[in-house]
């Protein structure tokens, strides 16, 4: 005992706070068993008298834990440093990834990466049509042609965006903001008085898409006449934090809640992914490659499929409840036998849309929201890929040619509409690669395993909760990129304090508020007798990006805004608003093929 305390106090305070973590985690792991093998042998472990465990057989525990906390509390105090030894000013760029947006890793590691983000991709695009296409009144077969179509489409847009959108390494997949709108469409009377189920689904998707293609104007319109450029004037570093931190934090539905749905897979997918990326990453077992903190999503998709896979073939689900099946098995979505070995994607596959006012207006809402959504993320993946953040004529021109993929969703039917990839900004992170090439071949990989349908399949069978877990760090990280934000403004300053905490709190309070309102049976808590207004709010007021824009822009700009520029960040911010402002904007988003001079920055 002496001699503990006097490492405690004399020695490298370090050393000691890892000893103590690891004592930590060995007396919690070590009553934990105790605990566990007495409960099921029917001691009575929780009684405080005189026959307790807890006081008379076990009090070694508690003076063990109340020392071991002793001596956490006096590590972290000895290694405080003083005020004055902080200095970590703000920086325009991240400064310890590996690639940045315009350097390319070799070929083989590029390969590698881009595969990753296409395994990662594969989470929302196989989610979305699993919920909707059995609503629809589709089949297996359905469903499978459904995400073949969604995942080709992915990749046109994506190698768009990457060529003459942001140009930044950004993913552009499925969205759920679509989910309430298209929810609203097959309930409609209309459609629901079809009996036989395929023809159901058939008008369903040709209603969708009539939808899609409409409401792809907004986002076409308001990109190419610079009107969202003009809008993100009124944009600021304070503003914005709040808004890409929800664009992470909002999706915490997709986390651990769905994570939690097959457990004995989720828990383990996401303790190894953050010990492979976090505490192996300086580990190398290739020399030069350090494959542990550029891999972590294949290192641990694979190991932990395999797992399932046994898991699975063992007959460990076999008599489990059809929601645990559903969940863990991965023979349960039916996508290998109902792909086709070879199918090609191509417009109007499904036959002509139909078009309908009500269902066109309310898709408008998820148009809205996944342009506000998308913003936040551009804003994101810049940070990410070592980039400035996007001048307001970029950021129109990637909004006009995310337009243009909502109207290739239409013209295909992919059965819903498309937004970035949050995952796969977060995934710039993680694995420190920023490069655009990646995300480029990253779309090739999309179109080449969505055209054979057998082998996309294949992939597309990972349990859903093994993408769960990596989305409780990825979103994470990307809420984390939107509140390093903050750093350009003063964070003294309480008119900052209360815009900032205002946005986050009531943009993860209403959103939470509307949902348990919703179902998509019911028309949520807008409900009046039109029911296009009713997705209208709904979608809207569902979103927590959203909700933070409109309360965070509001606030900027309504509070004290002359006396509070330098406190906002404008002084910072304000040189990326034009293209020509900072000299790095033409190095990051110039056209390729020297289209500039025929579409010169505005």
């Not at 109902?338 to 309908?356: C, I, M, V």
């Amino acid at each position: 005992m002496l001699i503990l305390q006097i490492l405690i106090f004399h020695y490298n305070c370090q050393l000691v706070g890892s000893l103590a973590w690891v004592l930590v985690i060995v007396a919690f792991g070590w009553y934990t068993v105790v605990f566990v093998s007495l409960t099921a042998a029917g001691e009575n472990v929780g009684q405080w008298g005189p026959n307790g465990y807890l006081v008379n057989k076990f009090p070694f525990f508690f003076f063990f834990f109340f020392f071991l906390l002793q001596l956490l509390l006096l590590s972290l105090s000895q290694s405080l440093i003083t005020m004055a030894e902080i200095t970590h000013p703000p920086m325009d760029q991240l400064q310890d990834l590996e690639y940045c947006i315009d350097s390319n890793p070799p070929w083989v590691e590029a390969i590698l990466l881009a595969f990753q983000n296409y395994i990662l991709m594969l989470g929302t695009s196989v989610m979305i049509p699993s919920l909707l296409v059995p609503a629809m009144g589709g089949s297996d077969g359905d469903k499978a042609r459904v995400i073949q179509t969604l995942l080709f489409v992915a990749g046109i847009k994506t190698l768009l965006q990457a060529l003459f959108g942001t140009r930044l390494p950004a993913i552009v997949g499925g969205s759920y903001a679509y989910v309430i709108p298209i929810a609203y469409i097959i309930n409609d009377s209309s459609l629901q008085r079809i009996s036989d189920r395929h023809e159901r689904f058939i008008q369903t998707m040709q209603a969708i898409q009539g939808a899609l293609i409409v409401a792809s104007s907004i986002q076409i319109i308001m990109g190419y006449s610079q009107v969202w450029g003009l809008f993100s004037r009124f944009f600021s570093p304070l503003s914005m934090a709040p808004v890409v931190a929800l664009v992470g934090l909002g999706l915490f539905q997709r986390g651990f809640p769905l994570l939690g749905n097959c457990v004995e897979i989720g828990l383990p997918m996401l303790l190894l992914v953050i010990g492979v990326s976090q505490y192996l990453k300086h580990v190398r077992p290739l020399r030069d490659v350090p494959i542990f903190e550029r891999f972590p999503v294949l290192i641990c998709v694979t190991i932990i499929w395999i797992y399932s896979l046994v898991l699975t073939a063992s007959g460990a689900y076999r008599d489990k409840p059809n929601s645990t099946q559903l969940n863990c098995r991965t023979d349960r979505a039916n996508l290998i036998s109902t792909a086709p070995w070879f199918k090609f994607p191509y417009p109007l596959q499904w036959g002509p849309p139909t078009f309908s006012a009500g269902h066109s207006f309310a898709m408008m809402s998820a148009v809205l929201v996944s342009m506000v959504e998308s913003t936040g993320a551009y804003k994101a993946a810049s940070r990410l890929a070592i980039a400035t953040p996007p001048p307001a004529y970029v950021l129109s021109r990637g909004i006009g040619w995310q337009g243009i993929g909502i109207l290739l969703d239409g013209l295909f039917g992919t059965g819903t509409g498309s937004t970035v990839s949050v995952e796969n900004v977060g995934l710039l992170g993680l694995s420190r690669v920023g490069s655009r090439r990646v995300v480029q071949i990253s779309a090739a990989f999309m179109i080449f395993f969505s055209t054979l349908g057998k082998f996309g399949a294949v992939f597309a069978s990972i349990p859903f909760p093994i993408f769960a877990a990596l989305y409780c760090v990825l979103f994470g990280l990307v809420a984390s990129v939107g509140l390093s934000f903050l750093q350009f403004t003063n964070m003294n300053c309480m008119r900052n304090l209360i815009i900032t905490g205002l946005s986050l709190f009531l943009g993860i309070s209403i959103p939470q508020f509307f949902d348990e309102y919703w179902n998509p049976t019911h028309r949520g808590l807008v409900h009046t007798n039109a029911g296009w207004f009713n997705a209208f709010l709904n979608t809207i007021f569902s979103s927590p990006a959203t909700v933070g824009l409109i309360i965070a822009v509001f606030l900027d700009n309504t509070l004290e805004v002359e006396k509070s520029k330098k406190d906002r960040g404008m002084p910072w911010w304000v040189k990326f608003r034009t293209f020509r402002g900072d000299n790095r904007n033409e190095e990051f988003y110039t056209l390729p093929f020297n289209l500039n001079r025929f579409f010169p920055p505005t």
